[in-house]
């Protein structure tokens, strides 16, 4: 099968991963927007079953903001020390509880640029709370979805900004949500760093018969 043009090549890829993946669910365990934004920051340099294993302690201490910012942030580092980087995430969690409260009623803000002005929180952060709370279309690149769209000619950006403004001109916009969490899945299962080098998997077979 030869598979040349990028959007064939787009569309094809859309498809299997529907096919593989007819279920989309996030890999971080979370119960409503403020605890996966919460759980998203933790992912951070870390992987998504290492949070899970420590966001259970977390909401058995705090599961909102309002009881998050009245807990001291050493309480809140010792327990997420396993995800890394404890001390800049536990301020982060603590502050950004603070603000939701001060700020926003206690309630998760719906836009990104709200998301993005609090403590700890980036664009892939952002998009994900956007995309997997409030349902709004984005595109969080993380290493496995940068990775895999250099890998199948879907971009040859350098950094995960431009690899995000690509890929979203591939794919229609109401498939950006579950696509983003598929090309994860793909990425962590088949299409790994050392498992494949771009010839190996079925996509990549495919892609380049």
Not at 1 to 21: G, H, N, S
Not at 47 to 60: C, E, G, H, S, Y
Not at 130 to 151: E, W, Y
Request: hydrophobic share 40%.
């Amino acid at each position: 099968m030869t598979i040349k043009a990028k959007a064939a090549r787009a569309a094809y890829i859309d498809q299997r991963l529907a096919e593989l993946y007819p279920e989309t669910l996030i890999p971080l365990d979370h119960r409503d927007a403020y605890t996966l934004l919460v759980a998203v920051l933790l992912s951070a340099q870390c992987t998504d079953k290492r949070v899970n294993t420590v966001t259970p302690a977390l909401w058995a201490l705090a599961d909102n903001p309002a009881d998050m910012a009245r807990v001291p942030v050493e309480a809140i580092q010792q327990i997420i020390r396993p995800c890394g980087l404890s001390p800049q995430k536990a301020r982060a969690i603590s502050g950004l509880s603070r603000i939701l409260i001060e700020q926003h009623g206690g309630v998760v803000p719906h836009t990104f640029e709200e998301l993005e002005a609090l403590p700890g929180v980036g664009h892939k952060t952002a998009s994900v709370v956007m995309a997997q709370a409030f349902g709004v279309p984005a595109f969080p690149v993380d290493t496995h979805i940068h990775r895999l769209a250099a890998r199948w000619r879907l971009s040859s950006a350098k950094n995960v900004v431009q690899t995000e403004r690509d890929l979203k001109k591939c794919f229609p916009r109401e498939r950006w949500n579950k696509l983003h969490l598929r090309i994860i899945y793909y990425g962590r299962e088949h299409c790994t760093a050392r498992g494949c080098d771009g010839t190996r998997c079925e996509i990549c077979q495919t892609l380049n018969t």
